[in-house]
C-alpha cells in the first residue's frame, strides 16, 4: 500500500475510491473495504481510501472532547494488511470545507484521483455546508464519467453503531466486546520511556509506554493482559493502566510487565496489544499487598495465555 496526500496525483491509474474517517477499521468498515478492493480487482482498477485529518471535528469544533479509536499511523497498518492499494491523507481544513461539491468532485475525485468508480453510503453529504448528497453525485458522475455505487442502510448503520459501541466498550474497560467488533486486538502505540524504576524494585520491571497523540481514545483504567511484536519476537505479559495509587501516583501511566522477556527497549516504538482485561485499579494497603496482588495477576495471565493462544 502506498499512503500519499493530494499534493501527488495518484500515478497515471484509473480508480475506484471510497472516503471517509473509518476510524477503528472494524469489521464494518471491513465489509466496505472489502467490497472496495473486490470491485478493484474484478475491474483492473487501483482501490483508493481518501480520508482526512485531523478528524473534521477537531477543525471545525475547536471544543469537541474527540477520542478516536486509532491514530492515523494505526489505521494505516491495519489498511495496508487488508490489502488496500493507496490510502490518501488529505489534510482537513476550514479552507478546505468550503470547497463546493463540484470543485471537490473535479479537482479531487477526478483530476487528482482520477475515479472511475466510487462507493459511498446513500447519506453521504459532502462540499461546502455538506449540501451535496448521492444524488449530486450521480449526476456529477454521468458528467465527469465515473460510475457511483451506493452503499445501504444497512451497511451504514452496521458501519455506526459498531464504532458508538467501540468506543463505549474500551471506555468501560469490555476489551473483549471492543476486540469482537474491531475483529482485531485494540492497540496503543507508543514510545517506551524512562520511568521511576518502581517495578523493577519489586520484581516487576516494566516499560512505561509513552503515546503522542492526545486524541487516542485510552481505556479503562485497570489491568490487561497484552502482547507485543518486538524485535520480530511475539512476548506477552500484563499492563496497568491508572495512576499508580499504591505509591501515591499523580499522572496517568501506561506500563507493560513482559513475561520472560529481558532486553533494553527504551526509546523503542512498539504495538501493545489488549487482549483481556483483568481488574480495575486498585490501591494497596502496602507495597507487599501489590506484590502479592502482581503475583495473582501473572498467574491469572500466564493460564489465559496458555488457554486461548497454546
Do not use: W
Amino acid at each position: 500500500m502506498k499512503i500519499t496526500n493530494l499534493a501527488n496525483s495518484i500515478p497515471n491509474c484509473p480508480t475506484v475510491v471510497t472516503i471517509g474517517t473509518f476510524d477503528g477499521v472494524h469489521i464494518g468498515h471491513q465489509k466496505i473495504i472489502k467490497r472496495l478492493i473486490h470491485t478493484a480487482n474484478d475491474s483492473s482498477l487501483k482501490s483508493v481510501i481518501l480520508t482526512f485529518f485531523p478528524h473534521p471535528r477537531m477543525v471545525l469544533q475547536k471544543d469537541a472532547n474527540i477520542k478516536l479509536i486509532n491514530t492515523i499511523k494505526e489505521r494505516a497498518v491495519i489498511l495496508n494488511d487488508l490489502g488496500l492499494d493507496y490510502l490518501v491523507i488529505k489534510k482537513f481544513s476550514k479552507t478546505f470545507s468550503r470547497l463546493s461539491a463540484e470543485d471537490f468532485v473535479r479537482t479531487i475525485l477526478v483530476e487528482k484521483l482520477n475515479a472511475k468508480k466510487v462507493i459511498i453510503g446513500y447519506d453521504h453529504r459532502f462540499g461546502r455546508n455538506r449540501n451535496a448528497d448521492i444524488n449530486d453525485l450521480k449526476k456529477f458522475g454521468a458528467q465527469f464519467g465515473f460510475e457511483v455505487e451506493e452503499i445501504s442502510a444497512q451497511d451504514i448503520n452496521d458501519v455506526a453503531v459498531s464504532s458508538t459501541k467501540i468506543r463505549k466498550a474500551l471506555e468501560n474497560g469490555e476489551i473483549a466486546k471492543a476486540n469482537a467488533y474491531l475483529g482485531y486486538p485494540f492497540m496503543l502505540t507508543g514510545k517506551v520511556v524512562k520511568g521511576k524504576a518502581l517495578g523493577r524494585q519489586i520484581d516487576y520491571p516494566t516499560a512505561n509506554i509513552q503515546i503522542p497523540e492526545a486524541y487516542k481514545l485510552i481505556p479503562k483504567h485497570g489491568a490487561y493482559i497484552v502482547n507485543a511484536l518486538i524485535n520480530k519476537q511475539l512476548v506477552y505479559g500484563m499492563m496497568n493502566i491508572g495512576f499508580n495509587p499504591t505509591v501515591a501516583g499523580n499522572h496517568e501511566t501506561i506500563e507493560v510487565h513482559f513475561f520472560n522477556f529481558n532486553q533494553n527497549i527504551y526509546n523503542k516504538a512498539i504495538q501493545i496489544n489488549l487482549l483481556h482485561r483483568l481488574r480495575d485499579e486498585q490501591k494497596f494497603e502496602s507495597v507487599e499487598a501489590l506484590k502479592a496482588q502482581l503475583l495473582v495477576d501473572k498467574e491469572t495471565s500466564l493460564h489465559y495465555i496458555k488457554s486461548h493462544f497454546n
